[in-house]
């Protein structure tokens, strides 16, 4: 079994999909001869050509609108905007039509958009951000965010395949930092179906993505002392309910964490659901860590300051323990 980074995770499913589905193809800026910002696409269109590897205008709304239609008609486009943040441009295509298509008229519409997502190397407030909550807000839409190379490609895999548009969250920070076993050959990873990161009894963390790493980290520093469970929910939309209350009603403690911002982000569902019904298993109140109700910093400390860091997690544990 290789070694592979996130990213060639990533790619390396991608291509798989498209080797055995011809009706798989990529579109998105300069993903053809460039090979994509971030290299994901490199050497596709040498491979499959310049009909299944698209070099797109520079309208993410004509891409999204365009997948839609293709869609539709039974291809299965997966398209890449170059930051998650410029999805904002195809809300509508996205949100209004490819949302709705399925329950309005009982159509498939198999779509992936690709969103480098994240903070952590100053891009400012146009590069960075983690929107999965507006979109978890959306009937219609899945939202998947690997935090695993092997979970990478194994969650593409599946997007690709499901009937419905799948948004696709690839945090940036992870994609050659992260290095782990990957398979060869294909496989898939079920959406909607979290995962234990990491195994403990005293207090559990739901978190998703690159902040997987941020928890882990803590509850190392913290294991003489304190046995953190990490709950891995790979994907919002559908989001794995059994699983975080299995291990809430075990630990009788929650810390839920992410980098999107605290005010309406995703965690506050997760909160509200173990208080609804995991409320007597509790010892202790459910306690949020994520990022403060601002755009995100370009100041390498302001941006230090906005993203959870170790240390508040490891506050936030502590003071759950010690309630």
């Known amino acids: 079994m290789a070694v592979k980074t996130y990213l060639q995770a990533i790619s390396d499913g991608l291509r798989q999909e498209m080797q055995r589905d011809k009706r798989v193809y990529v579109i998105g800026e300069d993903i053809g001869v460039y090979g994509g910002a971030f290299k994901v696409t490199q050497g596709f269109q040498e491979e499959f050509g310049a009909w299944r590897v698209i070099d797109a205008p520079l309208s993410e709304t004509a891409i999204v609108g365009s997948c839609t239609g293709a869609a539709i008609m039974g291809l ?9 943040d410029f999805i904002s441009c195809a809300w509508d295509q996205l949100v209004t039509v490819a949302a709705k298509q399925r329950y309005r008229a009982g159509t498939a519409v198999p779509i992936v958009v690709r969103l480098p997502s994240g903070g952590g190397f100053s891009g400012g407030p146009f590069h960075s951000q983690n929107p999965e909550s507006s979109f978890a807000h959306i009937p219609g839409l899945k939202i998947v965010c690997p935090a695993t190379p092997a979970d990478a490609k194994g969650l593409l895999v599946s997007a690709i395949e499901d009937p419905n548009p799948v948004l696709y969250f690839e945090h940036k920070h992870l994609y050659r930092r992260i290095k782990d076993e990957v398979p060869d050959e294909r496989y898939t990873v079920p959406l909607g179906k979290a995962r234990v990161h990491r195994e403990g009894d005293d207090v559990t963390v739901v978190t998703w993505g690159a902040m997987v790493y941020t928890a882990d980290e803590a ?3 913290l294991e003489s002392d304190l046995s953190v469970e990490i709950v891995d929910l790979r994907s919002l939309s559908p989001w794995d309910k059994e699983a975080v209350l299995t291990s809430v009603e075990k630990t009788s ?8 911002t605290r005010t309406g982000g995703f965690g506050a569902e997760i909160v509200a659901t173990i208080m609804e019904e995991s409320f007597e298993s509790l010892d202790a109140p459910v306690k949020r860590v994520a990022a403060p109700d601002t755009p ?3 100041s390498p400390p302001l941006e230090k300051k906005f993203i959870p860091q170790v240390e508040d997690v490891l506050a936030g544990l502590r003071d759950l323990a010690e309630y």
């Open 219 to 221: 509850a190392k520093q």
């Open 76 to 84: 299965r486009p997966v398209a890449e905007m170059q930051f998650a």
């Open 296 to 298: 995100v910093p370009f």
């Open 253 to 260: 403690r929650a810390l839920v964490l992410h980098e999107d």
